[in-house]
């Protein structure tokens, strides 16, 4: 799993935290060191915020909170994978990659 973030950005530093609390492993991309990085972000995503979640064959660019945004990682981990049964038991917005 790859998270895009900006280091002061107090979103990403909330869902690390919560990442970290539920013992998950993660990759961090910072944007703005790696601009290259962003751009492929942009590409996927088609948006520029961050955080955004790069997880099995989805990007995640916009979610309701953290917290929500953690569930939906939990839910996709479980299953592996997004498809059409699991994308119904999400929250946040999901773009297949």
Known sequence: MKIYI???CPYCIRLLSLLDDAAHTYETIDVLSHPDQ???MI???GQRGVPEVEIANVIIPDYV???TLVADIETI????SVNEEVM???T???IYI
Request: hydrophobic share 20%; aromatic share 0%.
């Open 88 to 90: 119904k038991k999400l």
């Open 6 to 8: 900006k280091p002061s």
């Open 77 to 80: 981990l479980t299953a592996g």
């Open 65 to 67: 909170t953290e917290e």
């Open 38 to 40: 962003n751009e492929e």
């Open 92 to 94: 946040s917005t999901v």
């Open 43 to 45: 590409k996927k995503s």
